[in-house]
């Protein structure tokens, strides 16, 4: 088997990214990103740490984070099985992805960035619920946020019978905002399903 080992090798195997596709990346929460993250009650959160990489999936039933500021995000660590593996990367490298989903779209916005862990009282107060309250929570400084394509999700048929996706903006829509609305909108948005439908293999 050929092993790829240089990133111009790599590269000489696809095209170059569409414009678009590096437009609609923003350093922090806009508008339309907050609306949508804040749609979003699952998360995968991808941390990095001397033993290897973690990928862990988020819930709650109401929003997966709390905004603290536009380039901060509260994600809770609600009790699991205290394995502890992304919050064990998080203590000792910082970096991590986070991969935001909301039943019925088959997009995906992402966040890159930095994380803490801690126990302040005040902020696992803000989680309360019924008197229980994570015992941590990670503080995620954002570097990037961007819409993932949705091609992943469509082959998959992942939301067959199921949507929760009204009112979410349109990946066209965020890349009006991102782009001052030079590029997006309406247009992008219907020719996008055609568009798929040619490249989905």
């Known amino acids: 088997m050929r ?11 696809y095209g170059r990214p569409g414009a678009p596709s590096l437009r609609k990346v923003a350093d922090r929460l806009t508008p339309l990103y907050r609306k949508w993250i804040m749609a979003s009650k699952l998360c995968i959160l991808t941390t990095v ?3 290897g990489t973690d990928g862990s999936p988020r819930g709650d ?10 380039q901060r995000l509260a994600l809770p660590d609600w009790r699991g099985n205290n394995r ?27 966040v890159n960035g930095t994380a803490i862990l801690t126990d302040d009282a005040d902020l696992r107060a803000r989680f309360d619920k019924s008197g229980r309250q994570p015992a941590t ?12 394509c949705a091609r992943a999700l469509m082959r998959a048929g992942t939301w067959a019978g199921v949507d929760e996706s009204t009112g979410l903006p349109s990946v066209g829509e965020i890349l009006a905002e991102m782009t001052s609305g030079e590029e997006g909108g309406a247009p992008y ?7 798929a439908a040619r490249t989905m293999w």
């Open 137 to 148: 929570v990670i503080v995620i400084t954002t570097t990037e946020i961007y819409t993932q």
């Open 61 to 70: 039933d109401g929003p997966v984070v709390l905004e603290l500021d536009p």
């Open 3 to 13: 092993r790829i080992e240089d990133i111009a090798a790599l590269e000489a195997l």
């Open 189 to 195: 948005d219907d020719a996008w399903g055609a568009r």
């Open 84 to 110: 502890l593996d992304s919050l064990r990367n998080i203590v000792v490298d910082g970096r991590v992805s986070l991969m935001f989903l909301v039943p019925g779209s088959n997009n995906v916005v992402r």
């Open 49 to 51: 740490g001397p033993d």
